[in-house]
């Protein structure tokens, strides 16, 4: 199973950026799907998760500025992320539990998209 990541770049403050997460690979099905991010020198955080009933929930810091969504039949996920902020800037990873039959539940990460918000 692989994640491919996509969407990142540079933004202005205020602007807005669509992040995608695709999934690939031996899949029975996807439980959650989230979005993580490291900002420069800081610890990996946990921006947005959507479960497979479309439940979503978020960080405090990004609740109403971003929506994450997902598309069960094409194993997708997304990130919208409006009114982008400094400190929105980092490192964007998707990562998926993903049930594969016969083996079992597993974890994958995708390789991360940049991010830069700019002033």
């Known amino acids: 199973v692989q994640l491919q990541a996509s969407g990142g770049g540079v933004a202005q403050s205020g602007g807005s950026l669509r992040l995608s997460c695709v999934a690939s690979?031996?899949?029975?099905?996807?439980?959650?799907m989230e979005w993580y991010r490291q900002a420069p020198g800081k610890q990996r955080e946990l921006v947005a998760t959507t479960t497979s009933d479309h439940r979503t929930s978020y960080v405090p810091s990004v609740k109403g500025r971003f929506t994450i969504s997902r598309d069960n039949a094409k194993n997708t996920a997304y990130l919208q992320m409006d009114s982008l902020r400094l400190e929105d800037t980092g490192v964007y990873y998707c990562?998926?539990?993903?049930?594969?039959?016969?083996?079992?539940?597993?974890?994958?990460w995708g390789c991360g998209t940049l991010v830069t918000v700019s002033s």
């Open positions: 990562n998926a539990v993903v049930v594969i039959y016969g083996v079992g539940i597993r974890t994958f």
């Open positions: 690979g031996n899949i029975g099905s996807i439980n959650e």
